[in-house]
T-cell receptor, first 114, second 113 residues
Framework: DAGVTQSPTHLIKTRGQQVTLRCSPK?????VSWYQQALGQGPQFIFQ???????QRGNFPDRFSGHQFPNYSSELNVNALLLGDSALYLC?????????????FGEGSWLTVV | AQSVTQLGSHVSVSEGALVLLRCNYS??????LFWYVQYPNQGLQLLLK??????LVKGINGFEAEFKKSETSFHLTKPSAHMSDAAEYFC???????????FGGGTRLMVKP
């Protein structure tokens, strides 16, 4: 049973560019969330997708956007990259949003902005 | 707004010694609580979670945590540390129906031989 898979694992972008990160949820999961983890810090919630709609959003600017496809996979897009966007981006999946459902994380995509 | 605080960004113990990692949450309503472990250059792995019921929760790799409502705490313990326990540990809380997790800042556990 494949867990949460993310691609690419590492990438380097230049300030001002745009990036797209991809995530396939764990088999059977229909809810995908994205987190940003800056170096030396805990992950911060970006947004969550369920039934192809953004259901919740954390305190991130509109430069961060996402999409969920009918097969539950998801993309995270970041426009106009800033140096401060350099971080590990984690995708997490779970079943229908519910209290205390186990959330599984992928290994993340390391983004470096230069 | 809910917050999670982990006391001690770095904890060092000797192999075989007790591991105690501290976590406190701020919430008027007890949240659902989780501990995750992150090994270098990897994602997060769930160690254990508290939802309802028994306040002492047992997890993987010999870890356990106790939910104490009166102290708003959810400390993680392991009776005997192993070298393979060296990693970053994150406490997290979920309060709403959407499973959004609020993480603490993390505690790096170092295990000395």
């Amino acid at each position: 049973d494949a867990g949460v898979t993310q691609s690419p694992t590492h990438l380097i972008k230049t300030r001002g560019q745009q990036v797209t990160l991809r995530c396939s949820p764990k088999s059977g999961h229909d809810t995908v969330s994205w987190y940003q983890q800056a170096l030396g810090q805990g992950p911060q919630f970006i947004f969550q997708y369920y039934e192809e709609e953004e259901r919740q959003r954390g305190n991130f600017p509109d430069r961060f956007s996402g999409h969920q496809f009918p097969n539950y996979s998801s993309e995270l897009n970041v426009n106009a990259l800033l140096l401060g966007d350099s971080a590990l981006y984690l995708c997490a999946s779970s079943l229908v949003p519910g209290q205390g459902n186990t959330i599984y994380f992928g290994e993340g995509s390391w983004l470096t902005v230069v | 707004a809910q917050s999670v605080t982990q006391l001690g960004s770095h904890v060092s113990v000797s192999e075989g010694a007790l591991v105690l990692l501290r976590c406190n949450y701020s919430s008027s309503v007890p949240p659902y609580l989780f501990w995750y472990v992150q090994y270098p250059n990897q994602g997060l792995q769930l160690l254990l979670k508290y939802t309802t019921g028994a306040t002492l929760v047992k997890g993987i790799n010999g870890f356990e945590a106790e939910f104490k409502k009166s102290e708003t705490s959810f400390h993680l313990t392991k009776p005997s540390a192993h070298m393979s326990d060296a990693a970053e540990y994150f406490c997290a809380a979920s309060h709403n129906a959407g499973n959004m997790l609020t993480f603490g800042g993390g505690t790096r556990l170092m295990v000395k031989p």
